[in-house]
């Protein structure tokens, strides 16, 4: 339990001194994501002509065991499937995503993707993430 705690308070320090960093996601990139937000029905968020999708992409490393990749999207997260996680991972090396070592044992790596439009204008699609330096 202590263990937890130290842990929790550690991820809060974090955030609290990092600097959140927004980066354009490539044509390439968009299709992967889009066809993540189909398969997992992510809501789309409606205000006024304005239109909003976004989910959280977590990978987890415990150990030497393989990364686990999983979609929050609201209450719901979703385990993603190796073939999603390849084009994740690009994504994440692409565009520098840190990852946070929890304990001696487990690493953490999260992003937000969102996607926006308003009016008849194309989507924007946009990962952000904790810049930990």
């Known amino acids: 339990m202590k263990s937890m705690v130290i842990c929790l308070i550690t ?15 490539t044509s390439e990139e968009t299709q992967v994501v889009v066809e993540l937000v189909n398969n997992y ?20 490393i415990k150990g030497f065991n393989p990364a686990v990749w999983s979609l929050n999207a609201g209450y719901m997260t979703y385990l993603l499937e190796e073939s999603e996680a390849t084009d994740l991972v690009y994504l994440f090396d692409r565009v520098e995503v840190p990852s946070v070592l929890i304990n001696s044992f487990t690493q953490v ?3 937000t993707i ?5 009016g008849f204008n194309p989507y924007k699609w946009t990962i952000s993430f904790d810049d930990l330096e």
């Open 11 to 25: 991820l809060m320090s974090f955030n609290v001194l990092a600097k959140s960093v927004t980066k354009n996601i």
């Open 41 to 60: 029905e992510v809501p789309l968020q409606v205000s006024g002509p304005c239109t909003k999708v976004e989910f959280d992409i977590i990978d987890s």
């Open 114 to 118: 969102t996607g926006s439009s308003c």
């Open 109 to 111: 790596s999260k992003a």
